[in-house]
């Protein structure tokens, strides 16, 4: 089956705009995360789901990031009044539910550069 | 805080020759580790997990409490390992976040 997805691949906007970022994780998977990796850096956690709810933003970096899972699958990250130092790759994963935790899958990323 | 600290940033290997990513980490509780690779292009997918003990594509990562290590190794390199490598960690039974290293790149030349 299909694995993680996410839209669009590339972004450039320019300083001030507003830029959606789409994530559509695996089927039945109940927990999303997102995860902003700068260059050069590993993966930093930005935001959690399980299902609708939203568990965890604990790394949202600031309150131009929104993110939402309306219906418990496809999420959107939204920042607004972008800066250059939001320029970084958005990797979405999502995983099943479990006692142990379980693997995350990683979608293949959305580069956004701002300019 | 937890905390995941890959030293090195680069490793240039012979194929043949061994290999050993270095990983450690600061973590209060009991954490569970883990080793993503990503190749060339591709995305970025678990390679192993310490609580599978088992071995992937000849690499193995032993989780050492004391020294706080989770290195990754492999006794004979191969020119498709190279990519980069992110050891990472989790709270124990809870689905939560994954903290990241800062990555290294393993180059395994012919």
């Known amino acids: 089956g299909a694995g993680v997805s996410q839209s669009p691949r590339y972004k450039v906007a320019k300083r001030g705009q507003d830029v959606a970022l789409r994530c559509d994780p695996i089927s039945g998977h109940v927990s999303l995360f997102w995860y902003q990796q700068a260059l050069g850096q590993g993966p930093e956690f930005l935001t959690y789901?399980?299902?609708?709810?939203?568990?965890?933003k604990s790394g949202l970096p600031s309150d131009r990031f929104f993110a939402e899972r309306p219906e418990g699958s496809v999420s959107t990250l939204k920042i607004q009044r972008t800066q250059q130092e939001d320029s970084a790759v958005y990797l979405c994963?999502?995983?099943?539910?479990?006692?142990?935790?379980?693997?995350?899958?990683f979608g293949p990323g959305t580069r956004l550069t701002v300019l | 805080a937890q905390r995941v600290t890959q030293p090195e940033k680069l490793l240039s290997v012979f194929k043949g020759a061994p290999v050993e990513l270095k990983c450690n980490y600061s973590y209060s509780g009991s954490p569970e580790l883990f080793w993503y690779v990503q190749y060339s292009r591709q995305r970025l997918q678990l390679l192993l997990r310490?609580?599978s003990r088992e071995s992937i594509k000849g690499f193995t990562a032993d989780l050492n409490k004391g020294e706080t290590s989770f290195h990754l190794k492999k006794p004979f390199a191969q020119e498709e390992d190279s990519a980069m490598y992110y050891c990472?960690?989790?709270?124990?039974?809870?689905?939560?976040?994954?903290?990241f290293g800062k990555g290294i790149t393993l180059s395994v030349r012919p």
């Open positions: 789901f399980q299902n609708e709810a939203q568990l965890d």
């Open positions: 994963a999502s995983s099943l539910p479990g006692p142990l935790g379980n693997e995350q899958f």
């Open positions: 990472a960690l989790r709270n124990t039974g809870a689905n939560s976040k994954l903290t």
């Open positions: 310490h609580i």
